[in-house]
């Protein structure tokens, strides 16, 4: 709910800014210059692909769980969910989110997410997805909150 607000307002402001023309920009900024493929850059904040897996949900659907190394380099404590527009997509549509529990336990694998990093700190955080098939590759799509700046990655979940 705080995400589709956020998303909301920000996209007021970006439609106000709009009207106000400016320059271009290299809206690929960070995606020209990457050197490390598996490391997702987004103004202050970077998410380094650290490995997936393969589960079963709590419906019993298969499901993708994404581990990221969340490093906050702002001046300010925040979340992954605060740093990121994040999505994962398969076959060009969004994964609707999955709920993983951490083995014998009633704790979803991704608890951490919503978790404040101090600045220059880093966190382990996991992301999930209800998957569609087992086929096709998962594409993680991150931007910031105006959604002017964007990196994403592709994760073969064939092989």
């Not at 998962?138 to 964007?150: C, H, I, P, Q, R």
């Amino acid at each position: 709910m705080k995400k589709i607000v956020m998303l909301m307002l920000s996209l007021m402001l970006m439609f106000s800014f709009t009207a106000c023309g400016g320059g271009g920009g290299d809206s690929e900024g960070t995606k020209s210059a990457k050197s490390d493929p598996n490391v997702m850059q987004i103004g202050d904040y970077k998410a380094e692909f650290k490995g997936y897996e393969i589960v079963k949900d709590s419906d019993e659907d298969d499901a993708i769980v994404v581990t990221w190394k969340y490093t906050n380099n702002a001046e300010e404590a925040k979340s992954f969910t605060w740093a990121f527009d994040y999505a994962l997509t398969q076959d060009g549509e969004k994964l609707e989110n999955s709920t993983v529990f951490v083995k014998d336990t009633y704790d979803a694998v991704d608890d951490a997410k919503g978790t404040d990093v101090e600045p220059g700190k880093s966190l382990e955080v996991k992301t999930t997805g209800k998957l569609r098939n087992l086929k096709s590759p998962v594409k993680a799509e991150f931007a910031n909150l105006a959604g002017d700046e964007t990196d994403s990655m592709e994760i073969d979940i064939t092989k």
